[in-house]
């Protein structure tokens, strides 16, 4: 069985299991699965298998609106996207970015299967919103994302990155009082002055809340994720980014 294989069948039995004992809450489940997610993309890892593996300042071609920054985030709960659509999101990005940076590694690699890991992660995470009415600006952001009309050059190493900065932003502040070892050190980030208390449970920002907006009627769909398109020179040669390659 391949190494992804083994972890789908392990998060498998992991999750039938607690929901066979006391009944798991699909905030729950998301906490379990991306405690293992934090797991995997702890700073040793990131470093290891994102830039020591990789030739020095070498970067990878994504759609522009796939560099999901904090930044990013802070302006969509300005703009009053909700929780479950910024997990949505987040989730869906990053699917698109570890499928981006697998198509430029051979199977041989030794970051290939870290990456396929938390692919599948992922996508765990991104059924949880399946019945997610998805606000028009996610919708929107996911478009253009798979347009793929503009593009940067950016390190493999701050794609993850940015993922574990995002995800601690947004799951944090809910999943820290939960069982889930792996969230027990996580940093709960602070309110904006003059914010809300936050919500107990996890369907509400994570620092900012507003007052809910109209009800969206977008629903989630299956999205097929574009694949990369390798753009080549006259001489054939991929351009810098994306080439494969094994260390």
Not at 17 to 37: N, V
Not at 112 to 126: D, F, G, K, T
Not at 143 to 153: F, H, I, Q, W
Request: aromatic letters at 8%; glycine letters at 4%; charged letters at 25%.
């Amino acid at each position: 069985m391949p190494r992804g294989g083994y972890l789908s069948l392990y998060l498998c039995i992991f999750l039938g299991t607690i929901r066979g004992g006391e009944g798991l809450e699909a905030h729950t489940k998301e906490c379990a699965i991306t405690g293992s997610l934090r797991e995997k993309l702890q700073y040793k890892n990131r470093l290891r298998f994102m830039k020591h593996y990789f030739p020095i300042d070498y970067r990878i071609s994504v759609p522009y609106e796939d560099v999901l920054r904090l930044a990013n985030i802070s302006r969509l709960q300005q703009a009053e996207v909700s929780q479950p659509n910024l997990r949505y999101l987040w989730a869906s990005v990053n699917c698109n970015i570890m499928e981006i940076i697998q198509n430029v590694l051979l199977k041989d690699h030794p970051s290939w299967a870290y990456i396929q890991e938390i692919y599948e992660l992922l996508i765990y995470v991104r059924e949880i919103a399946m019945d997610l009415q998805v606000d028009p600006k996610v919708e929107t952001i996911l478009t253009l994302a798979n347009s793929g009309r503009d593009r940067k050059l950016v390190k493999p190493k701050a794609l993850l990155d940015n993922c574990y900065k995002v995800m601690d932003l947004l799951y944090c502040l809910c999943c820290k009082e939960s069982n889930i070892r792996n969230w027990e050190d996580c940093v709960v980030p602070q309110a904006q002055p003059h914010s809300r208390p936050p919500p107990p449970q996890c369907s509400g920002p994570a620092t900012l809340l507003y007052h809910p907006t109209q009800p969206r009627t977008a629903l989630v769909r299956e999205r097929e994720l574009r694949p990369l398109q390798v753009e080549a020179e006259p001489s054939g040669k991929a351009k810098l980014g994306e080439e494969r390659f094994i260390p």
